[in-house]
C-alpha cells in the first residue's frame, strides 16, 4: 500500500484554467511539503506544513494555494495557470527529517 | 538562506568503477545532509543521509562523508552498476525545526556503462 500518493499523475490543461493536485499520506508523519521539479530537473520548495498549519511559503505566486484539511491530506490548488506552471509537482511527508516523495503529478500547460 | 553546490552535473563512468559526487554548503546552521536517487520518472528516494555529528557513513556500497568546518559532504558509490544510473540529489536542511525544507543542489546524472 502506497505510503504517499498523488492525484492526478498527469494534467493536462489550458492556459488560464484552474486545477487542483491532491496529496495523501497513510504513515501518519505531521509535516508535508509541495516541492516542483522543473524541465532541468531541480527540484526547489514551494509549501511546508506542520500539523495543518503553513510554515513555509517560498516565493511563490499567489495563484498557487495550498490547503491541508487534516493531517493526512495537502492539496495544491493553482488558479489561472501558465506556461510556466508546467513542471512535476511532488508532494513529500516527513518524520525525523527523513523526506518520502510521492510518485509525482506532471502538469502540462497548453 | 542556505544554498547548495553540486558537482559535477554529470558523471559516466564504466562498471566497476568508483563515482564521487560533491555537494557544498552556505548556511553553518544546516545539520541533516541527505542524498536522492531519482530514476527516470520516478520519484526521488533516499539513499543516505548523515547529521552534523557524524563524519562519514556507509551502507553496503555507498558511503557518505561530510566536512562541517569546509561545510562540504561527498557520495561516494563503489563498484558502481548500470542500476545505479540515475540523477543524485544532494540537500541540507536544519533538523531542529518542524517544516524545515530540504534545500536541494541541482541534481548529478550519473551514467553506469557496461
Known amino acids: 500500500d502506497t505510503a504517499v500518493s498523488q492525484t492526478p499523475k498527469y494534467l493536462v490543461t489550458q492556459m488560464g484554467n484552474d486545477k487542483s493536485i491532491k496529496c495523501e499520506q497513510n504513515?501518519?508523519?505531521?509535516?508535508m511539503y509541495w516541492y516542483k521539479q522543473d524541465s532541468k530537473k531541480f527540484l526547489k520548495i514551494m509549501f511546508s506544513?506542520?500539523?495543518?498549519?503553513?510554515?513555509i511559503n517560498e516565493t511563490v505566486p499567489n495563484r498557487f494555494s495550498p490547503k491541508s484539511p487534516d493531517k493526512a491530506h495537502l492539496n495544491l490548488h493553482i488558479n489561472s495557470l501558465e506556461l510556466g506552471d508546467s513542471a512535476v509537482y511532488f508532494c513529500a511527508s516527513e518524520v525525523y527529517n527523513e523526506q518520502f516523495f510521492g510518485p509525482g503529478t506532471r502538469l502540462t500547460v497548453l | 538562506g542556505e544554498n547548495v553546490e553540486q558537482h559535477p552535473s554529470t558523471l559516466s563512468v564504466q562498471e566497476g568503477d568508483s563515482a564521487v559526487i560533491k555537494c557544498t554548503y552556505s548556511d553553518s546552521a544546516s545539520n541533516y545532509f541527505p542524498w536522492y536517487k531519482q530514476e527516470l520518472g520516478k520519484r526521488p528516494q533516499l539513499i543516505i543521509d548523515i547529521r552534523s555529528n557524524v563524519g562519514e557513513k556507509k551502507d553496503q556500497r555507498i558511503a557518505v562523508t561530510l566536512n562541517k568546518t569546509a561545510k562540504h559532504f561527498s557520495l561516494h558509490i563503489t563498484e558502481t552498476q548500470p542500476e545505479d544510473s540515475a540523477v543524485y540529489f544532494c540537500?541540507?536542511?536544519?533538523?531542529?525545526?518542524?517544516?524545515?525544507?530540504?534545500?536541494f543542489g541541482k541534481g548529478t546524472t550519473l551514467s553506469v556503462s557496461s
Open positions: 504513515l501518519g508523519h505531521d509535516t
Open positions: 540537500a541540507a536542511s536544519m533538523s531542529d525545526q518542524a517544516g524545515t525544507a530540504l534545500i
Open positions: 506544513y506542520n500539523n495543518k498549519e503553513l510554515i
